[in-house]
């Protein structure tokens, strides 16, 4: 039998390989038995941390100055009635926060939010 040419796609392609698939299925068995636990495992122990999207709540993206930090940005939405979940930035002109269900308007909200960063109350 000729050496057999070109990469290992081209052989794959044409069937010039010799590669024992089912001779190694235990093996394969094995490997998707660990990672099916690993998984498994994460669920028990970590649990679902669900996210706005499933959780329910408000989303409010607001412009702040530089320099804002995130305490200053989670107390003006707390100040404005809003139950804050998580904050973050976004951008380098931006910060968000989400809040659970329930809470003030979004419009009063945000605008109240943004005065409050901004100085401006």
Do not use: H
């Amino acid at each position: 039998m000729p050496a057999a040419k070109g990469g290992i796609m081209r052989r794959l392609y044409r069937g010039e390989t010799n590669i024992d698939f089912i001779g190694q299925r235990r093996k394969w068995y094995l490997a998707s038995a660990i990672v099916v636990l690993i998984c498994l495992a994460s669920i028990v122990f970590r649990g679902f941390q669900f996210g706005i999207e499933f959780s329910g709540g408000n989303s409010y993206q607001v412009p702040v100055q530089p320099g804002t930090s995130l305490s200053q940005m989670r107390a003006a939405a707390e100040n404005a009635g809003v139950q804050v979940s998580s904050s973050q930035t976004a951008g380098s002109g931006g910060a968000s926060a989400s809040s659970s269900a329930g809470q003030t308007s979004s419009t009063t909200a945000r605008t109240t939010m943004k005065k409050r960063i901004a100085g401006e109350e």
